[in-house]
């Protein structure tokens, strides 16, 4: 008898561990296909034009990497129990690994290595209205910034880790969210609705004061079930640790705005400006 319960109890614990891995392995698999996508892109395309940038395949992988990390493995284990962890996993997938990931210029990637008449069908799309919508600043942060309130001032934090499916939709929209904010605010890609670096400017700079708001709100008023001294941990890590982040889009938009704004000598002038 002792051993049929021991032997059930065995049974009902190899199952509770097979439902963990499962939501890893649903949000680790489109990661790994499009690392193998993206390497075999470079690839292609760098056989048929000039090598693609080192630094551009560098940041795919190590944004690849760190979003893997978050959904899955002891991280993505710990985040389940320890609100600390989860808030690290937070900033590397919803911050850190959408940067990288936009800094990889995938777009542009793949209008290379494409076929011109579905380069064109995508350069289509991209042109669209649902495509402009999305990588709309103001959207983008709605939907980035928004979508974090509504996780952590309500019970949809709770309920995540009590129900498989709302676990991996908040995941993917998590790093989908970061990663159209990110769109929004650097071009790293061809955009064909470019919008002024003014606009962009005003828009970032209260998507960043709404993120700051929350953190110090997750500091003061831990989410259901939460202790107040993971809380804390995990409010600070929120604040500084995506002040860091925000520093390096602020860093490239700025940087963009300059070269952007750089007077263009031409060609004419600079012969006559070394005749003289």
């Not at 350069?123 to 928004?146: C, D, E, K, M, Q």
Request: with cysteine; proline share 5%; net charge positive.
């Amino acid at each position: 008898m002792n051993d049929h319960r021991h032997i059930h109890q065995i049974g009902q614990s190899g199952m509770e561990h097979a439902m963990g891995i499962l939501p890893q392995l649903i949000l680790a698999m489109p990661f790994l296909l499009v690392l193998i996508g993206y390497l075999f892109a470079v690839i292609y395309s760098s056989r048929r034009y000039k090598p693609w940038p080192i630094y551009r395949t560098a940041c795919w992988i190590l944004g690849v990497l760190l979003a893997l990390i978050s959904v899955a493995g002891p991280l993505a284990e710990r985040a389940h129990s320890d609100f600390t962890f989860h808030m690290i996993g937070h900033l590397l997938l919803g911050m850190l690994a959408p940067l990288l990931l936009v800094l990889a210029a995938p777009i542009t990637l793949l209008l290379r290595t494409l076929s011109i008449p579905k380069a064109r069908r995508l350069a289509h799309f991209l042109r669209g209205r649902l495509s402009r919508l999305y990588t709309h600043p103001v959207f983008a942060s709605v939907l980035n910034i928004g979508g974090l309130w509504l996780l952590y001032t309500t019970e949809l934090f709770s309920m995540m880790h009590e129900h498989t499916l709302l676990h991996i939709l908040i995941h993917f929209h998590v790093f989908a969210a970061g990663y159209l904010f990110t769109v929004s605010m650097i071009y790293t890609d061809p955009v064909a609705h470019r919008l002024s670096f003014l606009y962009r400017s005003i828009v970032l700079v209260l998507a960043l004061a709404a993120h700051g708001i929350l953190s110090k709100f997750i500091y003061a008023n831990p989410p259901a079930g939460i202790p107040v001294e993971q809380a804390e941990r995990g409010g600070m890590l929120m604040y500084y640790g995506g002040d860091a982040v925000d520093v390096i889009i602020i860093f490239i938009l700025c940087l963009q705005w300059y070269r952007a704004g750089r007077p263009r000598v031409s060609s004419r002038n600079s012969v006559a400006a070394q005749t003289e």
